[in-house]
């Protein structure tokens, strides 16, 4: 039995790109990890936070609270890919917690907990940046685990690097955050993330554990999305599952020992670019290569089935 929790804030853009769902998943059935808050990203939070209410919902999991993110009047507004999955589903049928601005629960979060608390952050960076500008010190109090970069392959486990979305979207929130005293900051960027795939007998598992009403929901929100996205190929009647970078994040918060994790000096462009560079305004630990891809998809697999 584990007694020694890690407590949590997971800070997601779910609803755009499947990854998110399959691991705030993974989250909830990390039982190395205590959830402390789900918040949800600017740009369209009420939205995201529909989803995310549910899923806990039919997991039974409204212990959890859910903050929605600083309102971005001036973003353009997301690819509601999983919108038909809470087409009926409002805000107010959650049972459980509701956070009107959930950046400033963070900081209270943050601030009242006596052990250091982890941020895993798997979308743009803007509420870590909105939470250090009222809350400078939060910084030095917590680790930031984040999906965040490309510096030496892009998408499709292709070379050249390219503006990973998350630092596109947000660069110079991310320049901020990055600039902050954290204890620790540790990302996964495509190099070692988007290589995460299940396939075969793993991803048959998943598909077929229809008692699971969080695989259900899973497999439910994929559906939808395959239907609605051409930029990534989705084969989810029980062949394989999209291309799953945020769950490298969230095993990052709780483990290391599947990767090579380098500490690097980089820049972050305005156009959205991490370069590494000898005197980078940035530092930060980063898993650039797999030590065994291969276990980490058992190890996933099995998680997501709250085997381990």
Not at 30 to 41: F, G, M, N, V, Y
Not at 120 to 147: K, Q, T
Request: aromatic fraction near 10%.
């Amino acid at each position: 039995m584990i007694t020694d929790r890690i407590p949590v804030i997971f800070d997601t853009d779910i609803g755009s790109d499947m990854d998110d769902t399959w691991a705030l998943a993974q989250f909830l059935r990390s039982p190395e990890l205590d959830p402390q808050l789900i918040l949800t990203e600017a740009g369209d939070s009420g939205y995201r936070s529909r989803i995310v209410a549910k899923f806990l919902q039919l997991s039974g999991r409204t212990e959890v609270p859910v903050g929605c993110g600083v309102p971005v009047t001036d973003a353009p507004l997301p690819a509601r890919n999983q919108a038909p999955w809470v087409v009926g589903y409002a805000l107010a049928d959650y049972p459980g917690e509701i956070v009107e601005d959930g950046v400033e629960r963070m900081i209270e979060l943050i601030d009242a907990s006596p052990v250091p608390v982890t941020i895993i952050a798997i979308g743009p960076a803007i509420n870590l940046a909105a939470a250090l500008e009222r809350a400078p010190g939060i910084a030095s109090r917590c680790r930031l685990v984040g999906m965040f970069g490309s510096f030496d392959l892009g998408y499709h486990e292709q070379a050249p690097a390219v503006a990973e979305s998350n630092v596109r979207n947000a660069p110079e929130a991310l320049r901020r955050v990055l600039s902050a005293p954290w204890r620790d900051i540790l990302i996964t960027p495509l190099d070692s993330c988007g290589s995460v795939i299940l396939d075969g007998a793993n991803y048959r598992r998943v598909w077929s554990a229809t008692d699971d009403p969080m695989l259900r929901s899973i497999i439910e929100n994929y559906c939808f999305f395959a239907s609605r996205v051409s930029w990534m190929h989705c084969d989810f009647f029980a062949l394989r599952s999209s291309i799953l970078f945020d769950c490298v994040a969230v095993y990052l918060a709780y483990a290391e020992d599947l990767l090579e994790i380098e500490q690097i000096r980089f820049d972050v462009s305005d156009d959205g670019f991490t370069r590494r560079h000898e005197q980078g305004a940035f530092s930060a630990r980063v898993a650039l290569r797999w030590r065994d891809l291969g276990a980490f998809h058992t190890h996933l697999t099995a998680r997501l089935l709250g085997e381990v």
